[in-house]
C-alpha cells in the first residue's frame, strides 16, 4: 500500500516513511493512496477470527507488516479488547485492558511492535491502530450475534470519530458515527449550524482528551469527503484565525453517517452514579460522555439499532472523578474494580 497526503496527492510514500513521520513534506496528513475495501467474504473471515489475530490482519493489510497473533499476545496481553453488555443493545468497547488503564497504553505497545517512530504520538499510525481495534470490537460483536452497529465516541482531536468513518471505508458495517463534545463544541457548531471558530479557545473540563478548540483531525474529514483544495480553503481560515465556513455540498458530505452531541460536564457527574446503580456498571467520564452522545442521538432519531460505545479509559485511570461522581474514597473505588 502506497499513501499520499491530505493536502496533495502527487507524491506517494511507503509505509516505513509512514511510520516514522507524523506528516509528509507539505504539512500533510498521511493516507492511503487508495483505501482497500473488503469484500463481504474478506470481512466476515476477517471478523471471525479470534480478537488478537483480527487486529494484526488489520495492521499487516494497512503497513505491509508481517505481524502474528502471538506478536499482539506479547505487546498487549490475550485480552487487551473486551466487550460489556448494557440492557437495550448498547455495548462497551473497553480498550484499556493494560497496566496504564487506558487506550493510550494499548495504542503505544502495538505502536512499537509496528516499528513505528517512538517519538511520533500521531499521523497515519494513531489512525491505523484505532481502525485495528474497532474490527477486533467488532469481532467481538460478531460473536454476540451483533452483525453491524452504530458507533459513538468523544470528539476530542477528531481521530476516533475519523477512524471509525475509515474502517467503514475498509468494509467494516459500521453504521452511524456519533460523536460526542463536551463544553468544547466546535464540531457541533460546524455539523449542525455550517460554520466553526478556528480561534476558539479550549475550555478545561474534566476530560482533558475531550478539551479541544479546533479538532486537528478534522482535516482527514475534509479530504475524505472534499479534496485538496477544500483542505487548502480550511487551513487558510485557520492561518487567519476566520470563521470556517465550508460549501453547503461539502458540508452536506461531511454529515453523511455523522451525528453530533453535546453532552455537559454536569450531566456526565448523574451519568456516573446512575448507570453504576441501574446496570452495575462503573464508566470514567470519557466513557460516560461517549455514552451520553448516543442516548442523545437515540432520543433524537428513534433509532434503536445496536451501538458501540468506544472507552478508551477505565474507571481506575479516572479514580478521581469517579469517586468524586459517586460519593465515595478512592479506597472503596479499589474494591468495587
Known sequence: MLYVTTRSNQEVFTPQRVLLENRGPDGGMFLPFHMPTLSAEEREALLTLPVNDCVCRVLNLLFRRNLTALDVDFAVGRHPIRLHTLPHRIFIGELWHNPSWDYAGLER?????????????????????????????FALLKEAGVDQADVSVVSGDFSAPISALYARELGLPVRNVICSCNENHSLWDLICHGQMRTSSISTPTMIPEADVAVPEELERLISLRGGTRDVEDFLECCRQGKMYVPSDSLLGRMKEGLYVSVVSSVRLETTIPSVYRSHGYLMSAHTALAYGG??????????TAAALVLSDNGPGKDARNVCRCLGILEEELKTLL
Do not use: P
Request: hydrophobic share 40%.
Open 109 to 137: 505497545s502495538l505502536r512499537e511492535k509496528l516499528g513505528a517512530d517512538s517519538e511520533s504520538t500521531g499521523g497515519w499510525v494513531k489512525i491505523a491502530v484505532r481502525i485495528a481495534g474497532l474490527f477486533g470490537l
Open 294 to 303: 448516543l442516548l442523545d442521538y437515540r432520543a433524537q432519531t428513534g433509532n
